[in-house]
């Protein structure tokens, strides 16, 4: 799928930040470099099986549980559990997050066809926008609203607000997500989705 595919009355398109606009390990394995880095420092652990560490268990699918997993396996002290959590909201990231390239594309044809663009994300807001400042945006910065679901009761608020916000109607926007949770919300409110993936194919 591209963007001339999509309905030309669509006015308004609102994308999620991970996984949608930018692969979220990239940022993730980043800031488990850099804690392993520093902790190699102060603790002399070394930082290549650290990283590693975290990186196996993110792609096992216990990203939440990363600290757990180092501080059993690499006998990473408790102490360290707040600057890693400190780390993951705030973290100066060595390279820039970059778009994927098929996302990219819809992004400058959408700002092109004089439509609006939202990303209206999940997760905590500082670490979000932390993101969203360390991503290479190719001049877009300029055409993007951020709204942060944590800000509101729900996604699905978040979403409504916007469209009050920018006077929008229901028909005129349509949802690109990653998750379930994306379409419920969509069919919450009546709006068309549509799966990344179908933007993304082998990207």
């Not at 890693?84 to 400058?108: C, N, R, S």
């Not at 932390?130 to 290479?136: D, L, S, V, W």
Request: aromatic fraction near 10%; proline fraction near 2%.
């Amino acid at each position: 799928m591209t963007y001339s595919d999509i309905d030309k009355q669509k006015e308004a398109f609102i994308f999620e930040l991970d996984n949608v606009i930018y692969p979220e390990k990239d940022y993730l394995f980043q800031v488990y470099y850099l804690f392993a880095s520093a902790i190699e420092y102060t603790d002399l652990i070394d930082a290549k099986t650290t990283t590693e560490t975290m990186v196996a268990a993110y792609l096992e699918g216990a990203k939440d549980v990363v600290f757990d997993r180092v501080k059993e396996q690499m006998g990473i002290q408790e102490k360290y559990r707040q600057n890693f959590e400190h780390l993951l909201l705030t973290a100066k990231l060595p390279l820039k997050l970059l778009v994927y390239k098929k996302i990219l594309d819809v992004l400058q044809d959408i700002v092109v066809d004089r439509k609006k663009i939202f990303i209206v994300t999940d997760g905590d807001p500082q670490q979000q926008l932390n993101k969203i400042r360390q991503t290479e945006w190719n001049g877009l910065e300029p055409y993007l609203k951020c709204y942060f679901t944590q800000e509101n009761k729900s996604k699905a608020d978040a979403i409504a607000l916007l469209m009050n916000d920018h006077n929008i109607s229901r028909p005129d926007v349509i949802m690109i997500g990653a998750n379930d949770a994306d379409v419920l919300c969509a069919e919450a409110l009546g709006i068309d989705y549509k799966e990344v993936n179908a933007f993304l194919g082998d990207n």
